[in-house]
């Protein structure tokens, strides 16, 4: 190699000479040195180190201040939560003891915890740490905000019980408690500050080292409490197999894709659907197909525009083709399906109430229903961006199907940066274009379930469907009135889930344990020697 | 010379103040809300805008920017919204890729483009000519990102001689991290070398059309003294200015480059910062890379004086 270098060498001046010869020495060294970057992957240390390539750099390390998804994959690592979800989307304890204890009227949560559960700093778990933890979930985290408005008091009860007890019956409570994202993390409650200067949890994983645009490093917590049950899903036994884990941001799709395939990376989060093929025939890559991962949303302005008319919402929906618009998102048919119902078959939300409504872009209905609308032409304003290029794909086809019902459309491409500030001014806007991950419980996402949320849907119908939902704490009877609360949405119509997305990431086909999920985690999973 | 160094340095200082208002400016003007981003999908608008009031993001743009000026007077850049760390500390983190990539490109772009473009004009409409400028004009025509994905399929995938992308694992010594920069320096260097050549060209050609150099071949000094020893100097002013202005350049930051490669340099971070609305670290970024062009371009000016004996000050 260094000969090469060598033959390459231009002709030269004498004053050049010097910087040529030192420039062949030092291309020369540098392609010798190939080696140590090889071998620092091919023999790690004992349990060995993983490089996880994710599509950027976190927003935060503060698992509470973000509801964005890098930060909740990684730090989930690092902190635990008192419940969370098992494979079957079953909320199940982790640092709680067990499943809370309720008062006959819904309203009293007693919670025991796990004893022994040590800190990374070597101190024990106890009530006041999750007190003060949850506390600072509530003042600060958008998802606690949420929580807190449903909260009446937080306290502890001896060294091993915490109390919640709520203004009114709420449901969701303990699976906001279990969701991973923007999450209740426990903390040492002598780390606690805002911001947060010390990531001290009870995870499998210790935070080390942050370099900005370069990684995250975590290492194993040889002290971890792990529980007694088999895994499953993120519940049950946790093991930290890694000595290390690595969380690197490659923003670059193709980079992330051609770094799987050279073996740089032992796994790569989001990856374009065009990659599936070439990493299927890879002999060293498995990919991997996360069904389903997400549904791409249509938010629409409920409360100023020409869709503040709810018949004209009713109009768009019925213009649009789901099927299309997910074609032109996401190709082949293996990474989307669309369900007009917002949870799956199998899954205990699952309900067909006014699934009939899914759009099937029926331009001549849409035209008619418009018309009745008394629609006077005024464009609608489309805003999407270009980050996500199913977004705009999806876009594209939404202006053409509204178009044919005979809307105006004024399509808006701007930065995610820009979107995500503009639609919260509804002088800018009348839809724009955003996903989520599939989330266990109905009501954790879309935000737009909530108050405030853009688009700013509020309707008595809403508010009496949810409030019915939110009380009943009984599975099966929410199973029947998540129904109620889907129909109302497809009859308001503040938004329109196009339907089901699968995501593409890949794995070292040596990358033992991994198990799919929306967020991925690596606790349970080592190298094959 | 003290005047000029004076003047020179005055009109530094006023280059430096105007583009502290214009990338003030911009970057406030321009849409987006860095607590947005921050915050998430899931954020209320209230969340967003107490985020922005503990940034100081809610008061007035005048009070923004004198408060910004007073702190750059002291030297201090600001602190970077999500990196949690001074602006200077995120540059400083930034400089060792972007230095050595800057420092590999430029040799690279040099070792290809001066001596093939002093071949290109001594034997001038020959094949080597014609080679030479054909190689420029496809060096300056293929995009950077995608010689990147080429040479990393080729010589990361399929021979697995390079990395395919970062800066080295936690820890790993400077050779390590040297050898993920290789491919980057090579995609940059064949890039930039393409101007380099056509500058080397046109310059000796116009140089070797002098009498001095015709007077010099009536003496029957031999050719290649000619060019190498009379010739070659003085085509290298325009030269020069050229490999300033890349080096400028380069040391501003490779954006497409680096962010193909994965490299945590100085383009990497203005280019995250534009897309997150890190408006502190834009604006600290920008004001370095723009101090930089300008002491670039200076020290250019005084090298004239080494490499050119008639340049006087």
């Given at each position: ?49 993983a490089n996880i390539a994710m599509i ?13 998804d890098l930060?909740g994959t990684i730090?989930q690592h ?6 969370t979800y098992d494979a079957n989307s079953n909320?199940v ?86 969701l991973s994202n ?48 088999p895994a499953s899903g993120y519940g049950g036994k946790r093991e930290?197999l890694f000595?290390?884990l690595?969380f ?5 799709a193709?980079?992330r894709v051609?770094?799987s395939?050279?073996?740089?990376y032992h796994f790569a989060d989001v990856l374009p659907v065009?990659s599936y093929?070439?990493l299927e025939?890879a002999?060293n890559v498995k990919p991997v197909l996360t069904a389903p991962f997400g549904f ?34 996401f190709?082949d048919?293996k990474f989307y399906s ?6 799956a078959?199998n899954t ?87 996903h989520s991950a599939v989330l266990p ?59 089901n997305f699968n995501s593409v990431t890949a794995r070292a086909a040596k990358l033992d344990g991994y198990v799919a999920m929306p967020w991925p985690f690596f606790w349970n999973t080592g190298l094959q020697? | ?313």
């Amino acid at each position: 190699m260094s000969r090469t270098a060598t033959e390459h060498s231009p002709p030269h001046t004498p004053r050049l000479s010097i910087v040529v010869r030192l420039l062949s020495a030092l291309i020369a060294a540098l392609v010798a040195g190939a080696d140590f970057g090889t071998s620092a992957i091919a023999a790690p240390p004992k349990g060995g180190a993983a490089n996880i390539a994710m599509i950027g750099e976190p927003q935060t390390l503060d698992p509470m201040s973000s509801t964005a998804d890098l930060v909740g994959t990684i730090m989930q690592h690092v902190y635990e939560l008192l419940y969370t979800y098992d494979a079957n989307s079953n909320v199940v304890p982790m640092l709680a003891e067990s499943m809370p204890t309720v008062s006959q009227d819904g309203l009293v949560y007693t919670i025991a915890l796990r004893k022994g559960v040590k800190f990374h700093n070597g101190k024990e778990m106890t009530s006041a740490d999750v007190v003060a933890s949850l506390q600072r979930w509530m003042e600060m985290a958008p998802r606690g905000k949420a929580v807190a408005k449903e909260v009446k008091s937080l306290e502890a009860k001896g060294p091993n019980t915490i109390v919640i007890t709520l203004n009114r019956p709420y449901a969701p409570l303990v699976a906001h408690l279990a969701l991973s994202n923007g999450f209740a993390a426990i903390m040492a409650k002598d780390s606690i500050a805002s911001p947060l200067t010390q990531f001290v949890g009870t995870g499998p994983y210790m935070f080390k080292e942050r370099k900005p645009d370069q990684y995250v490093q975590l290492v194993r917590f040889d002290a971890y409490s792990a529980r007694s049950e088999p895994a499953s899903g993120y519940g049950g036994k946790r093991e930290a197999l890694f000595d290390e884990l690595r969380f690197l941001p490659v923003p670059n799709a193709n980079t992330r894709v051609e770094g799987s395939l050279s073996g740089q990376y032992h796994f790569a989060d989001v990856l374009p659907v065009e990659s599936y093929a070439r990493l299927e025939s890879a002999p060293n890559v498995k990919p991997v197909l996360t069904a389903p991962f997400g549904f791409p949303y249509l938010v629409l302005n409920t409360k100023q525009g020409p869709l503040a008319n709810v018949a004209l919402r009713q109009a768009v929906q019925a213009s649009l083709n789901n099927a299309d618009m997910l074609g032109a998102g996401f190709g082949d048919a293996k990474f989307y399906s669309p369900d007009a119902n917002h949870y799956a078959k199998n899954t205990p939300f699952y309900s067909t109430a006014g699934t009939e409504n899914y759009g099937k872009g029926d331009a001549k209905r849409a035209t008619a229903m418009a018309t009745a609308a008394k629609y006077d032409g005024t464009p609608i304003k489309i805003l999407t961006s270009q980050q996500y290029d199913f977004h705009y794909r999806i876009a594209l086809v939404m202006a053409e199907n509204l178009k044919a019902a005979g809307f105006k459309v004024d399509m808006q491409v701007v930065d995610w940066s820009t979107l995500i500030q503009r639609r919260n001014d509804p002088a800018l806007w009348d839809i724009y274009i955003t996903h989520s991950a599939v989330l266990p419980e109905p009501t954790l996402t879309p935000p737009q379930l909530g108050d405030g949320a853009p688009g700013w849907w509020s309707s008595p119908a809403k508010d009496a469907a949810l409030a019915a939902f939110n009380a009943e704490a009984d599975p099966k009877k929410r199973a029947a009135l998540w129904g109620n609360v889907q129909a109302v949405v497809f009859s308001e119509v503040p938004y329109i889930r196009v339907g089901n997305f699968n995501s593409v990431t890949a794995r070292a086909a040596k990358l033992d344990g991994y198990v799919a999920m929306p967020w991925p985690f690596f606790w349970n999973t080592g190298l094959q020697k | 010379m003290t005047r000029y160094l004076a003047s020179r340095f005055a009109g530094m200082v006023i280059v430096m103040l105007l583009v502290a208002t214009l990338v003030f400016l911009i970057t406030r003007h321009a849409p987006g809300d860095p607590a947005a981003v921050m915050l998430g999908e899931q954020a209320t608008a209230a969340d967003i805008a107490q985020l922005r009031a503990s940034y100081g993001l809610d008061k007035p743009l005048p009070v923004q920017f004198a408060y910004w000026l007073g702190e750059l007077a002291r030297g201090n850049l600001g602190q970077s919204i999500f990196l949690q760390r001074p602006v200077t500390q995120a540059l400083a983190e930034r400089a060792e890729p972007t230095f050595f990539l800057t420092m590999f490109a430029m040799a690279i772009a040099m070792v290809i483009g001066i001596p093939c473009g002093i071949a290109a004009a001594v034997w001038r409409n020959s094949w080597i000519d014609q080679t030479f400028s054909g190689f420029a004009m496809l060096g300056a025509s293929i995009p950077s990102f995608w010689l990147g994905l080429i040479l990393m399929q080729m010589f990361a995938v399929s021979l697995g001689w390079f990395p395919v992308a970062g800066y080295g694992d936690p820890g790993v010594p400077l050779s390590n991290r040297l050898h993920h920069l290789v491919l980057p320096a090579i995609v940059l260097g064949v890039v930039n070398s393409a101007l380099i050549l056509r500058f080397s060209r046109a310059s000796m050609l116009d140089v070797l059309g002098e009498d001095y150099i015709r007077t010099a071949r009536a003496k029957g000094v031999s050719e290649r003294r000619v060019v190498l020893h009379h010739a070659l100097r003085n085509a290298l002013i325009p030269v020069v200015t050229v490999l300033g202005l890349t080096f400028a350049l380069l040391i501003g930051g490779a954006i497409v480059t680096e962010t193909v490669f994965g490299l945590p340099g100085i383009g990497n971070l203005v280019v995250s910062a534009v897309l997150r609305r890190d408006y502190p670290v834009i604006q600290g970024a920008l004001l370095v890379i723009a101090g930089m062009y300008v002491l670039i371009n200076f020290l250019i000016d005084l090298l004239y004086l080494a490499i050119d004996p008639r340049v006087k000050y």
